[in-house]
């Protein structure tokens, strides 16, 4: 069993910074991808970013060259700096790690983007 432990989340300004932080624990090993998704209210989950476990990267269209993702493989730990964030950013963040067939979720974090 593989458990997502995610934080970070909170209410922030237009314009300004958050980094989330999710964490993996259980019978984990070798290479395999994390990432984060989101859903805001009344829409569907969506792709933020992956990393792969040699580090490949794959961004939304939307949040490139705002949002990073990150990986300490020794930590099995995914993180997400989020820089200039705006208002449709606002969303349930959720980690999220693919283990051979099985897909593994956080219990997801909110980020609110309001002035």
């Known amino acids: 069993q593989v458990h997502l432990v995610e934080s970070g989340g909170g209410l922030v300004l237009p314009g300004g910074s958050l980094r989330l932080s999710c964490a993996a624990s259980?019978?984990?090993?070798?290479?395999?991808?994390m990432g984060w998704y989101r859903q805001a209210p009344g829409k569907q989950r969506e792709l933020v970013a992956t990393?792969?476990?040699?580090?490949?990267?794959n961004y939304a269209d939307s949040v490139k060259g705002r949002l990073t993702i990150s990986r300490d493989k020794a930590k099995n730990s995914v993180y997400l700096q989020m820089n200039s964030l705006k208002p449709e950013d606002t969303a349930v963040y959720y980690c999220?790690?693919?283990?051979?067939?099985?897909?593994?979720w956080g219990q997801g974090t909110q980020v609110t983007v309001s002035s």
């Open positions: 999220n790690l693919e283990y051979g067939w099985d897909d593994y």
């Open positions: 259980g019978d984990i090993f070798g290479h395999f991808t």
């Open positions: 990393i792969t476990g040699d580090g490949r990267t």
